[in-house]
């Protein structure tokens, strides 16, 4: 489907595999409308159709700047299969919640027809996909170690992470065809022939080869990835593929409150486009009446990918600007305050002029360089309270830095409805290490206090704990004494369990595919059969009847 953001001949054709939808908790329409603010002419191709050959694609005019990729909100592998390898029935990225022109790879293979259809265009790609793929990496759904996405696909440049900054000088340099400055700009990966050994700013990761036959850990390659990727980082990371040699320079530097009220403040209409009068879109029925807080996540939980997407420094909108949008939209009610940990709003580093190469600001304890004053959170629900704004705290809340202070204005304001989520992930301290989160006690200190706060406001509101099964290590010894540790602490055992997906670029995935791990000698009991999967999670939920009834018990 074609959607033109003007009328005038193209500068920049955009693809996204997801439907379109023009508000800011989607990648694709952010870039788009930070194009547009550049003044430049923008067309959108949504999920374009591969029974066709996507001949949509073919009867396009050549923009004259150049094309950009996404494969949508998730990796296209992850959005079609799951960790057992089977077909998903919902796309909540797609009309009706049915994801008929989806594709795997896509960004590799939306890039080839591209490639074959304007071969002198510049294409780019962004987004998670791109991202996650940059380097080489393992591959779920092959079970193999895959080279970067660069080494067999038309594009010239990944723009990775958040790519506002680097995006809008691309542009600026790609008018005046200044191409070697394009490469020395951050936030950008690209290919070469032979890069130069001597460069001291090169940092050369192992190569594809050496991944592929275990001579080298991916575990440790995925932290040493993720270590480097601190804004004031002075190292390009270099790894060789098969034919080529992909560089990545490092990134571009997280948005500051004026920057990020800027991205926020550009004229999204909130709605999909074209509107769905007979159908629904369950990604944008989630999210029509959010407010998006922040970005970054300093958790560095090892299985989550928000470290490389979004970094783990923290971009707060300011108050003003948050305000300014809910009268925009004319809201009177805010079904979520998203981001990735709602309590991280308005966190920084103390230390923001020198390089950090942690890659938790939380694990294994929490970093005393951080600014972790909650009273910038309760500022900003406080000011939205004032104006007379319903506001319910949907996204999770990191329990481990949850002060009683912020828990306790929640309840005592209402601001949390139904169920509060929470992620301890586990119960057993040998699992937990390996996730890079807290231990059991943390979580048991904030049922502790929830208890006795939703006591004292007379609140009836479920706790929702997060749970993945059969991570790299896990038992089903250790899986009983989860079970156990839950039903004594709260009396159920939730349904919110995930099965742990090896996705691209994650340091648990690296443990997966190592089978070691750097906290344990031991070697990992790695669950890749689908059998032991199951069994694993039979082994949370077994006591389904009793899980039923329970669940309706409320603090």
């Known amino acids: 489907m074609l959607i033109k953001l003007s009328q005038n001949s193209p500068d920049v054709i955009l693809l996204t595999g997801d439907y379109y939808v023009d508000h800011p908790s989607f990648g694709i329409a952010i870039i788009a409308r930070l194009l547009e603010s550049l003044s430049l002419s923008v067309w959108i191709v949504s999920q374009p159709d591969p029974e066709s050959n996507f001949s949509e694609l073919k009867n396009l005019p050549q923009p004259k700047l150049f094309f950009g990729i996404t494969s949508g909100s998730l990796d296209s592998t992850l959005n079609l299969y799951t960790v057992n390898k089977v077909r998903r029935v919902n ?124 001579q080298a850990s991916l575990e440790k390659t995925s932290k040493l990835i993720l270590s480097h990727t601190h804004f004031l980082e002075k190292k390009c990371l270099i790894q060789k593929q098969l034919k ?28 999909p486009v074209p509107e769905l009068p007979n159908s629904t879109l369950p990604s944008y029925e989630a999210v029509k009446n959010t407010v998006i807080s922040h970005r970054g996540c300093g958790g560095g939980c090892s299985f989550c990918s928000i470290g490389l997407l979004q970094g783990k420094n923290i971009s707060s909108r300011s108050v003003n600007n948050i305000l300014k949008e809910v009268k925009k939209r004319k809201l009177k009610s805010i079904s979520d305050l998203q981001a990735p940990s709602a309590n991280m709003y308005g966190f920084k580093c103390k230390q923001q002029g020198k390089i950090c190469r942690k890659i938790s600001c939380l694990f294994p304890s929490i970093c005393p360089e951080l600014d972790f004053d909650e009273n910038y959170y309760i500022q900003l629900l406080q000011s939205l309270k004032e104006k007379n704004i319903k506001i319910n705290i949907a996204s999770g809340l990191r329990h481990d830095i949850l002060s009683i202070k912020l828990l306790d204005y929640l309840l005592k304001n209402s601001l949390i409805s139904g169920r509060i989520k929470v992620a301890p992930e586990h119960s057993e301290s040998v699992i937990l ?23 004292r406001y007379n609140k009836n509101i479920l706790i929702v704990p997060y749970l993945i099964s059969a991570f790299p290590g896990a038992t089903v010894e250790n899986t009983k004494n989860l079970r156990n540790k839950l039903l004594n602490l709260i009396g159920f055992i939730p349904f919110q369990i995930q099965d742990f997906t090896p996705t691209p670029g994650s340091v648990a995935t690296g443990m997966y595919f190592d089978s070691n791990s750097e906290f344990s000698k031991k070697e990992i009991e790695t669950f890749r059969a689908m059998l032991t999967n199951k069994c694993q999670r039979k082994e949370k939920q077994r006591k389904h009847k009793h899980n039923t009834v329970k669940s309706k018990k409320r603090y």
């Open 91 to 214: 796309d909540v990225y797609s009309p009706g919640g049915k994801g008929k022109n989806r594709v795997k790879n896509a960004v590799i293979t939306y890039a080839n027809a591209l490639r074959n259809f304007f071969p002198e265009s510049v294409i780019i790609a962004g987004g998670v996909e791109a991202t996650l793929r940059k380097f080489a990496h393992y591959d779920f759904f092959d079970k193999k170690i895959k080279p970067s996405i660069l080494e067999n696909c038309g594009i010239n440049y990944i723009f990775y992470g958040m790519a506002e900054k680097s995006l809008s000088s691309f542009v600026l340099l790609l008018k005046k065809k200044k191409f070697e400055k394009i490469k020395k700009l951050p936030g950008i990966c690209y290919r070469v022939e032979n890069p130069s050994s001597e460069n001291e700013n090169y940092l050369f990761l192992p190569d594809f080869e050496t991944l592929s036959n275990k």
């Open 433 to 455: 290490k390996k996730m890079h989160k807290p231990g059991f006690p943390t979580f048991e200190k904030f049922v502790k206090n929830f208890k006795m706060l939703s006591k």
């Open 244 to 271: 080529h040699t992909v560089i990545s320079n490092p990134p571009s530097a997280p948005l500051n409150f004026e920057e990020i009220d800027r991205i926020y403040s550009l004229p999204f209409t909130y709605k």
